[in-house]
């Protein structure tokens, strides 16, 4: 009775093995890249907020879909079939790991990736490394495959990634990861911009005051930048636009608080960060080629003016030649008055006119062609973007 019982089980086990060893060589899988042979350290980041509610379970996916980088294209695996899917990047410490069970259908499995927020931060320049991806049925190795992979700088940032020429998604609300309301060295502007002389905004309300208070404040900001000779320029560096990705480069914050230029989307991301640390919530508007400021006048968020940040070193800007002197600060200070306000409010008037003009030649177009697109940093923090730690 032992030997027979002995030989049952045994033969359990060779069967088990055996269906086990036929699952895995009915199915087949291949890589996924979210971004077509690249990874962004940035949608890394910021996106990791995205799934706080854990992994997603469709008809056609299943995992973290809304800030997974990488996954595995899985068919023909049998129902009920055990899943494991692994994916990294080595070269800077990305990895993931993710079980599910099959249900006949082919899937894309999107595990979360573990990263170190400081070593992704770290990446200033584009590098070439390999990502690795390693399938399992029912504890079966089906194999690895290694994949080119382009790892972007951190202030990359993803605008439009296509699967097929018809597939593609738009990812130009992460541009929001980049306006960072927490960065310390905000303090030091708002301060600063409440000790120049003469300067008719005393205190930062937000938007509890009337609209014209929330321009003047706005302004604020404004008239301390052309003081400071914050130097702006309508460039805009489009790290990548090939026809299946489309990525734009962004100067940090702390970058261009330290060397006091920045171009249209670095400054719009400036002013958007400064704003929103004094409760005026902003908006990033972007069409083919430019960005320009966004804000809402009113605590509800219905009426959105625009600013063209690129014109703060135009003619009307009163310290466009030179700076201003300690004979005219020890006037302002003595006076209560400064004749190079009026000057800098009429420039902050054009500018604003500007950008309507701008916002109502592309008002058609938004959401409705690539490229055209106003990004309100609230609902892009609600959807999940962080700001990153830059």
Not at 102 to 129: C, M, N, T, Y
Not at 377 to 382: G, L, N, Q, T, Y
Request: glycine share 8%; aromatic share 8%; net charge positive.
């Amino acid at each position: 009775m032992t030997n027979r019982k002995g030989l049952r089980v045994a033969l359990l086990a060779v069967t088990l093995i055996f269906v086990g060893s036929a699952g895995a060589q009915t199915a087949k899988w291949e890589p996924d890249f979210r971004f077509p042979g690249t990874f962004f350290p940035s949608f890394a980041i910021s996106a990791s907020g995205r799934d706080a509610k854990g992994p997603v379970d469709s008809p056609q996916a299943y995992g973290f879909l809304g800030s997974g980088s990488l996954g595995v294209k899985v068919s023909d695996a049998p129902a009920g079939a055990k899943l494991k899917v692994q994916v990294e990047i080595p070269e800077i410490g990305v990895s993931g790991e993710i079980e599910t069970t099959g249900d006949g259908r082919p899937k894309l499995v999107i595990p979360r990736l573990a990263w170190s927020q400081s070593r992704l931060a770290a990446i200033s320049q584009p590098l070439s490394s390999e990502a690795v991806f390693r399938v399992f049925v029912d504890g079966v190795a089906l194999g690895e495959e290694r994949r080119a992979v382009r790892i972007r700088a951190i202030n990359d940032s993803p605008l439009r990634a296509c699967r097929q020429p018809n597939q593609c998604s738009d990812y130009s609300p992460f541009v929001a990861a980049f306006v960072n309301e927490n960065n310390p060295g905000i303090d030091g502007i708002l301060r600063a911009a409440l000790d120049i002389p003469a300067m008719p905004v005393k205190q930062w309300i937000g938007t509890q005051g009337t609209e014209d208070q929330v321009l003047r404040q706005v302004w604020a900001i404004w008239y301390l930048f052309q003081r400071n000779k914050v130097t702006y320029s309508s460039i805009t560096t489009v790290s990548d636009a090939r026809q299946d990705l489309f990525s734009q480069t962004i100067r940090p914050m702390s970058q261009a608080l330290r060397t006091q230029q920045a171009n249209c989307i670095d400054g719009t991301a400036l002013f958007s960060s400064i704003l929103r640390k004094i409760g005026i919530e902003p908006a990033i508007v972007l069409i083919p080629g430019h960005a320009f400021l966004g804000f809402f006048t009113d605590p509800q968020q219905q009426k959105l003016v625009f600013l063209e940040t690129t014109m703060l070193n135009d003619a009307h800007n009163p310290f466009n030649q030179q700076g201003p002197s300690k004979t005219g600060t020890a006037l302002a200070k003595m006076l209560g008055t400064d004749v190079h306000m009026q000057k800098s409010w009429q420039s902050f008037i054009e500018a604003l006119t500007e950008g309507q003009r701008k916002y109502s030649a592309a008002a058609q177009s938004f959401g409705k062609q690539p490229g055209f697109m106003i990004v309100p940093v609230s609902k892009a923090r609600e959807s999940g973007i962080l700001p990153l730690p830059l």
